[in-house]
């Protein structure tokens, strides 16, 4: 059974800096993408980033392009979600999510939510202005 546990999350003061993590279990982790989603109060979920299985090809929304960085170590089954310059809008809870890709090019789809097999629990994160 595919686990994922994100942490990293809490308050921080707009310009501040947050790294999240994401731990993965039950899976071959190396054979996943994996992306970062976010969904403040009363909005949908939305895409934050995204990685390939082998790290090699990144992928940000235009909101975070610059600031946010994902990286993974497949020897250690994690995700991380840098993040600096923080800003208020970025208050949400943070969500990762692992997809094994073996129907459709993840370029194609990566951004899309509804296309990810497995989800974790999420963490908070609230920036104050």
């Known amino acids: 059974q595919v686990q994922l546990v994100e942490s990293g999350g809490g308050l921080v003061q707009a310009g501040g800096s947050l790294r999240l993590s994401c731990a993965a279990s039950?899976?071959?982790?190396?054979?996943?993408?994996m992306g970062w989603f976010r969904q403040a109060p009363g909005k949908e979920r939305e895409f934050v980033a995204a990685?390939?299985?082998?790290?090699?090809?990144?992928y940000y929304a235009d909101s975070v392009k610059g600031r946010f960085t994902i990286s993974r170590d497949n020897g250690k089954n994690t995700v991380y979600l840098q993040m600096n310059n923080l800003k208020p809008e970025d208050t949400a809870v943070y969500y990762c999510?692992?997809?094994?890709?073996?129907?459709?090019?993840?370029?194609?789809?990566?951004?899309?939510?509804?296309?990810?097999?497995?989800w974790g629990q999420g963490t908070q994160v609230t920036v104050s202005s």
């Open positions: 039950g899976l071959t982790f190396s054979r996943f993408h």
């Open positions: 990685i390939r299985r082998s790290g090699g090809t990144t």
């Open positions: 999510a692992a997809d094994r890709g073996f129907l459709r090019e993840f370029s194609d789809y990566y951004y899309n939510s509804n296309e990810y097999d497995s």
